[in-house]
């Protein structure tokens, strides 16, 4: 039994007008307009199962124009504008359940420009800028709830520029510079209530370099420098009435190297070596005042080796 190939218009041996176009075992593959031997102008595509595969503009036997593309469920794939049988224009792409994955614009096949991201519930996940499929530009990423969870600058589908982080309850919880991700650069971190917590610069999401610590009243605890998210190198320790506790070296978060330590009043009381957060060295205590009451050497927080104990005149008293 022979099988049909095309069953319609002819024009000078080519398809022209209204026409069918069959696969080799009888399945339609096309049904609709053609010009000069190419489906052209209106027409639906099959999948070998009968069911429709595309539906809308066709040129030179590719979709373009606005059209429809289905799954072989017969839910939509994509619906808007086609070039060259590519996505390009303003479309919608959805999921195989039907509900919307993407909104906006398109080109070759990508989200280029402008475009909305849901998933598979249909909720935003994403909002902004596109470069060749990717999130690129400005753009606000969004938590399940509807609340925006980050606001700013995109590259590669990351976070990277300037931008605020926000927690599921709108707050923000960084506000800065960012780069694959990640805090990268200067930038401010915020408690749950909205507070500065840390000012200053981070690397690697940790904080690193020049910054300033908070508590929860705003008053500063630490200012100076961060290594790995610890106090590492020249810092300022302070009381919550604003004066000076410590001002010198630090290591891994301890007092190590050189430094002062004050009252709350901000008179000097130690003045000296430090090892593993403890006096260790040589140092120097002293009265509120300000004069020398001890200045010689310590072990482990206590006076231990050589020194010299003095009256509150600043006269020795003795020798170790």
Excluded: C, H
Excluded at 154 to 166: A, L, Q, R, T, V
């Amino acid at each position: 039994m022979e099988n049909k190939i095309y069953e319609g218009d002819l024009k000078k041996n080519k398809a022209e007008g209204k026409g069918i176009l069959y696969d080799e075992n009888g399945n339609k593959l096309y049904e609709g307009d053609y010009k000069n031997g190419n489906a052209e102008g209106k027409g639906i595509g099959y999948y070998e199962n009968g069911k429709k595969k595309y539906e809308g503009d066709f040129k030179n036997d590719n979709y373009e124009g606005k059209g429809i593309l289905y799954y072989e469920n017969e839910n939509k794939i994509y619906e808007g504008d086609f070039k060259n049988g590519k996505y390009e224009g303003k479309g919608i792409g959805y999921y195989e359940n039907g509900n919307k994955r993407y909104e906006g614009d398109f080109k070759n096949d990508n989200y280029e420009g402008k475009g909305i991201y849901y998933d598979k519930n249909e909720n935003k996940e994403y909002e902004g800028d596109y470069k060749n499929g990717k999130s690129e530009g400005k753009g606000i990423g969004y938590y399940e709830n509807g609340n925006k969870r980050y606001e700013g600058d995109y590259k590669n589908d990351m976070p990277e520029g300037k931008g605020i982080f926000y927690d599921k309850n709108g707050n923000k919880k960084y506000e800065g510079d960012f780069k694959n991700s990640k805090a990268e650069g200067k930038g401010i971190l915020y408690d749950e209530n909205g507070n500065k917590k840390y000012e200053g610069d981070f690397r690697n999401g940790e904080y690193e370099g020049k910054g300033i610590y908070y508590d929860k009243n705003g008053n500063k605890l630490y200012e100076g420098d961060y290594k790995n998210g610890e106090y590492e190198g020249k810092g300022i320790l302070y009381y919550e009435n604003g004066n000076k506790l410590y001002e010198g070296d630090f290591k891994n978060d301890n007092y190590e190297g050189k430094g002062i330590f004050y009252d709350e009043n901000g008179n000097k009381i130690y003045e000296g070596d430090n090892k593993n957060g403890i006096f260790e060295g040589k140092g120097i205590f002293y009265d509120k005042n300000g004069n020398k009451l001890y200045e010689g050497d310590f072990k482990k927080g206590n006076i231990e080796g050589k020194g010299i104990y003095y009256y509150e005149n600043g006269n020795e008293i003795n020798k170790e």
